[in-house]
C-alpha cells in the first residue's frame, strides 16, 4: 500500500516540473532527449502502475462483494499461509462467513465451510491415534460461536446447520483420538 502512495507523489511531483519544464543546463550530448522527457516518462509510468493496482483493487472488491469468492480466496490463503497467526486470522475470517451464512441461509456457502472445517478438524488429529486432543483456541471460540448462532435461529427442515453437526467435529470416530478435558 505505501509503494502506491510513493508513485502517487511522485506522478503528483512530476507533473509541475513537465508543465513548467525548465531548461537544461548542462549538455549531456545523447542523454538530452531522456533528460528532457524525463519528467513524462516519470509520470507515464507512474500513471501505469497506478492503473494497474487500480484493476487489481476492482479485482479485489469483485471478489469481496460475493461471500462465495470471499469464501474460496480465504480458503486459499488460509492453505497457503505458513505462520501461524496468520492463519488464525484467516482461520477467524473464515469463521465470520460461517456466522453469516447461519444468520443468512446460504446452502452453498453452508457446504462449502462444513467442508473446510471438517477438514481443518480431521487434520488436527491426523496421526494423533490414542493422544489427547487439545485444539487451537479459535477452533473453540468458532464452534461455540455458531452453536449460539444455532440456538438462537428458526431451525430448517433441510439444512447443513440443524442438530449437533458444528459440534461433532470435535468427535472422532474414525481417527481414535481421545478429547481432551477441555474440549
Partial sequence: MQII???LVVAIIAIPIWFFAPPRVWDFGMFNKLIENSSFIIIALSTIFLVLNLFSLVY??????SPSKLLDYLIEKHGESKNGSEKATYFISISDLLYFSIQNPNEKIAR???EFFSHIFISERKNKENKVIIYSPEYYDTIFEANEQLCLRKKKTISYYNDSTLINLFIDSY?????????
Avoid at 479485489?60 to 462483494?65: C, K, P, S
Fill in 112 to 114: 462449502r465451510l462444513l
Fill in 5 to 7: 502512495f510513493v508513485f
Fill in 60 to 65: 479485489l472488491i469483485y471478489v469481496f462483494y
Fill in 175 to 183: 481417527q481414535k483420538t481421545i478429547l481432551s478435558e477441555e474440549t
